[in-house]
């Protein structure tokens, strides 16, 4: 009877988990259902992954656009501007709008060129993130920890190690190179102090930056005005104010003044309100603005993916143990560079009991119950019993160096 | 994840893509057309004196506002908008949009994160990209330690791979003692696997010699293992067919390499796994939960800031479990130097402060475990040491 009974828990097991592995179709069967939730929910993060290559692929798509619209209404004015013309005057007027279509259709099928490419690298993403599985896992995760890196040399502009790193990796498609390359151009001009890149960047960009209210471009006018004065080009400065920071003036009075009031101190004043705006740093300041503005014109995060996952996993595996002496070394926070990163980071929680056997670094739980030693140190039975068996049954605490036999250890619950 | 319907809502973007292109295309074409026909009138009209260029090139005007090419296009654009942003919003809602929304602003010392990066690309043999990040990055070249150690390691690894044992064990060699220490019986396992290399190629007097020399040390500790292979000499050439065929298995030298690897780890002080490898790993599991928290922590922004500890746990893989936490199960606190777990005689573990309660602070009065009908004592109460 009760061999019967076990048979049919055996049975209705079974059919338990055969129904979790039918639910989760896309992956194989065996694989434990929690590892494939976790699978599920580290794609979820890859929100960025998918995204830049896509910005930059309706970007191309638009210019496209906006290069054709252009182009034909300029045809179509010019054709209505046509007054009174001698024949020979028609053929060639005629001849001329003929040649510019002609020119227009080759500067779209390079435009077509482009956009092909960029969606397929908007596919190649797609297609990698469906090949993640259980099969593959590991050199999956080794391709995003490379990808994550790449993501931090081109945002700190270590252009060379991020694309031999993408190269030696092949892993060109996973990688924004080229889209950081834009950006390297300008901040190598906002390096150098010139703005001129900087405000083609925004010219490129206008109607997104006006969306999401940027004040970039008032920032970089704001620097040029001040080069002036900086140089004593004041009627000049007056000038360009008019034309560029006018615009802006409903919006941004007070920075306005401000910055128009350098004209009576100019760049050699004591004055501290006035003296931080001819500072070398206002170059740094903006370069940081660029790079915000830029990631979030394509949709990336403003911080280095390396630097969120660092701090998520950081948070994640921080304990009080960790700062101890005998902290392990698989621990990253063993070293003291990653405990220095831990330390403004809060500690981990748990809600329940999590033992690790001192010995073997395996979990204790009920398969490997905890053993308890009279002079109350613990250890996995699976330790205690190996030891036992190779000592003639007796045991060395190995942290105290203290010896018993197998028979005085105790069992400890824990719940 | 299920990536089908995304992956639709990219192929419609392309569809449509594809469809305003080939209607760009055609309106240009059409123009031109016109414009050809009209150019190919007047010429051919170009001995007709009373010809009129500006009534052909009127009519011309009014042939292309019948068109209005641009209006044309407008339709097109607009769809392939609705399905890019359609796209986009199916994004946003499958992904996690902003996973910096848990981001601490706290300062993240670069200096440190290039030092971990630059020896994580030693420790991966990512050897001249990590010379190339060092320059880049203007660090010091502090790591350069750690660049020789890892070279030395990786040019063991690769020697073992053509088979060629002799730098590993010319390091095991000079590690004798440190190994030992360790209780690492890896160079015995070198030279077993050197033993059986010269057995296999054929040569039963080289290896007897072989043997002779580097097994003896060894002899008192692991007498039944070289006795073992000490046996093979018999099976010169055939050692496939014979009962220790296992031992020829190519899988040992695999095996071997990675037990190197830890063991060379383990001398120099790191740790098997690149330790910024592990991090980011516990970082993609624990990230969710920390986005998912954020969602309900909204308006506390502030309180998230200065939090000394997650109000709610991160569940990681056992692969993360470096230590011993041990949570009362009546007081939900985790234990510490101040508040240790403690066993009672019934062997049920509490904390101490629980069980201070528990006995209403009375050492003498017995009281009963939450968890069994035992009656104890807190006298009785043993602290435990994980």
């Known amino acids: 009877m009760e061999s019967n009974t076990n048979g049919n828990s055996a049975v209705s097991n079974a059919t338990i988990s055969s129904a979790t592995a039918t639910s989760l179709p896309s992956v194989q069967g065996a694989v434990p259902s929690s590892k494939l939730t976790q699978l599920t929910e580290s794609l979820k993060l890859e929100h960025q992954f998918l995204r830049v290559p896509f910005e930059h692929y309706k970007k191309t798509i638009r210019a496209n656009h906006r290069a054709v619209e252009k182009e034909v209404s300029a045809v179509m004015s010019t054709l209505s501007d046509s007054g009174d013309l001698s024949q020979d005057d028609a053929v060639k007027h005629l001849n001329s709008l003929v040649s510019r279509l002609q020119g227009l259709k080759r500067k779209l099928e390079d435009g077509s060129r482009a956009e092909h490419l960029q969606a397929q690298r908007c596919k190649a993403r797609l297609d990698h993130l469906e090949s993640a599985g259980a099969d593959n896992i590991s050199e999956w995760n080794n391709t995003r920890l490379k990808r994550i890196l790449v993501d931090y040399m081109l945002r700190m502009s270590y252009y060379t190690t991020a694309t031999q790193l993408a190269e030696s990796s092949h892993i060109q498609d996973l990688v924004d190179i080229e889209i950081f390359y834009e950006a390297k151009r300008v901040m190598d001009a906002l390096r150098n102090k010139e703005v001129a890149p900087a405000l083609a960047w925004c010219a490129d960009n206008k109607s997104r930056l006006k969306k999401s209210k940027s004040k970039f471009e008032f920032q970089l006018r704001l620097q040029e005005f001040i080069e002036l004065v900086r140089n004593e080009k004041n009627l000049q400065a007056v000038t360009y104010s008019r034309k560029h920071l006018s615009p802006w003036a409903a919006s941004y009075m007070k920075e306005f003044q401000k910055v128009f009031a350098t004209l009576a101190f100019t760049c050699n004043t004591g004055c501290e309100t006035y003296k931080v705006l001819f500072d070398a740093k206002q170059w740094d300041f903006l370069m940081e603005q660029f790079k915000q503005e830029f990631c979030r014109l394509y949709g990336m995060t403003l911080e280095p993916l390396l630097n969120i996952y660092l701090q998520a996993g950081l948070s994640a595996l921080k304990t009080p143990f960790c700062y101890e002496d005998d902290c392990p070394k698989e621990d990253p926070l063993s070293q003291e560079s990653f405990r220095k990163l831990a330390m403004p980071l809060p500690y981990s929680k748990q809600h329940h009991s999590k033992l690790v056997c001192y010995i073997t670094k395996e979990l204790m739980d009920t398969e490997n119950p905890p053993l308890v030693l009279p002079n109350g140190y613990v250890y996995s039975t699976k330790a205690l019993e190996e030891m036992a068996r190779n000592n003639n049954g007796t045991i060395t605490c190995p942290r105290t160096r203290d010896v018993f036999s197998y028979s005085q250890v105790t069992k400890a619950f824990i719940s | 994840m299920e990536l089908n319907p995304i992956k639709d809502a990219f192929d419609s973007v392309i569809k449509k893509q594809t469809l305003s292109s080939s209607k760009i295309e055609d309106t240009i074409e059409q123009i031109t057309q016109e414009i050809q026909q009209t150019l190919s009138g007047i010429q051919s009209a170009i001995n007709v004196p009373s010809s009129q260029p500006k009534l052909i090139l009127g009519e011309l005007k009014t042939k292309l506002k019948e068109i209005a090419p641009l209006n044309h296009l407008e339709a097109t654009q607009k769809e392939l908008n609705i399905a890019m942003s359609k796209y986009t919003k199916l994004l946003e809602k499958q992904f996690y949009p902003d996973i910096s929304k848990s981001y601490r602003n706290v300062d993240f010392d670069t200096h440190i994160i290039n030092q971990i990066i630059a020896s994580h690309l030693y420790r991966e043999s990512m050897f001249e990209i990590g010379d190339c990040f060092i320059n880049e990055a203007h660090e010091e070249e502090t790591i350069v330690d750690k660049k020789t150690q890892f070279l030395e390691m990786y040019e063991i690894l690769e020697s073992m791979k053509s088979h060629d044992l002799t730098p590993a064990l010319k390091w095991a060699t000079t590690n004798h003692d440190k190994l030992q220490k360790t209780g690492s019986d890896i160079e015995l396992q070198l030279h077993r696997l050197q033993f059986l290399e010269i057995l296999q190629n054929g040569s039963r007097d080289e290896a007897l010699k072989y043997g002779r020399t580097h097994f003896a040390p060894f002899a008192t500790q692991h007498f039944h293992e070289i006795q073992k292979l000490m046996a093979c000499l018999l099976w010169v050439g055939k050692i496939d067919s014979s009962p220790y065929s296992d031992l020829v298995s190519p899988t040992h030298w695999a095996k071997l390499a990675d037990e190197l690897a830890q063991q060379f780890c383990n001398l120099l002080g790191e740790s098997y796994e690149s330790p910024l490898k592990v991090t980011v790993a516990a970082g993609v599991q624990g990230l969710p939960t920390l986005l998912k928290l954020m969602n309900v922590m909204t308006g506390k922004k502030q309180e998230w800031q200065s939090m000394k500890q997650l109000p709610v746990p991160v569940d990681l893989g056992?692969?993360?479990?470096?230590?011993?936490?041990?949570?009362?199960?009546?007081?939900?606190?985790?234990?510490?130097?101040?508040?240790?777990?403690?066993?009672?005689?019934?062997?049920?573990?509490?904390?101490?402060?629980?069980?201070?309660?528990?006995?209403?602070?009375?050492?003498?009065?017995?009281?009963?475990?939450?968890?069994?009908?035992?009656?104890?004592?807190?006298?009785?109460?043993?602290?435990?040491?994980?």
Request: glycine share 2%; with cysteine.
């Open chain 2, 318 to 386: 056992t692969e993360f479990q470096f230590h011993s936490i041990f949570v009362c199960p009546v007081s939900r606190e985790q234990a510490g130097e101040d508040n240790p777990p403690m066993m009672m005689s019934c062997g049920h573990v509490l904390c101490r402060q629980s069980i201070t309660k528990l006995s209403k602070n009375n050492s003498t009065r017995p009281f009963k475990c939450p968890y069994c009908p035992a009656e104890v004592e807190v006298a009785q109460c043993k602290q435990l040491y994980f």
